[in-house]
């Protein structure tokens, strides 16, 4: 852990080092880029993800889109961790900088593509294996959109979603239809890295079979 006058800036758990808020760097881009829709920080369901891929492993080279990435973090851990070919993908072209700042602190490349859900075509989705979101789900409007979009990328060849959050009946609502629609689990995980975290992880399909 690293400190500025005291403070607590930077965080370290599955190998992958966080910036709080108060870092000088994340401060010094806050003051020039300004994420809405909740890019403004990164969520802890992210800790999920990279607990589940922690446990499960995840094959090396794999081809993941991180969608409603934020400062993509749960994408940036399968890059390094994992060697996995990394995609992160938001409506919100501002929080990019707060994740290249990550990808270079973590010494890892990714991606980026400014897209919304309901954008991602067939086209777009072809040749991925895994799309992953943390704490993506959390109006019903998204719900309705990451149907279509789990949907389609089902279609076109992924084969495993993972949908991580801590629990909103929206996120429910979404995970019970895929459960009764294409065989889907729900995980309800508790992890202790940075720090007790609970949620729940919507997985269809698997890579590993
Ligand atoms: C709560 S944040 C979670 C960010 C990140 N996954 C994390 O765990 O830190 C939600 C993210 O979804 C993005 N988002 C919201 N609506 C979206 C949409 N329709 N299409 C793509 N991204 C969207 C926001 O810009 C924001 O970065």
Known sequence: MSQTKGQKVQIRAYGVKVLLSHHPRVRRL????FPSGHGNKFWTSSWLLMDFFNRKGLP????VMDVGCGWGLAGIYCAKKHDAVVTAIDTDSEIFPFLQLHAEINGVQVATMKRAFGGLTHADLEGFDVLIGADICFWETLTYSLKR??????????????????????????????VEKQGGKILNRTVHRPRRIRGRILKIGSIND
Request: proline share 3%; charged share 30%; net charge positive.
């Open 60 to 63: 090396a080279r794999s081809r």
């Open 149 to 178: 979009l789990i949907n389609r990328a089902l279609r076109s060849g992924i084969k495993l979603v993972l949908i991580a959050d801590p629990g909103r009946s929206t996120f429910d609502e979404l995970a019970e239809y895929f």
């Open 30 to 33: 806050k003051r020039l880029h």
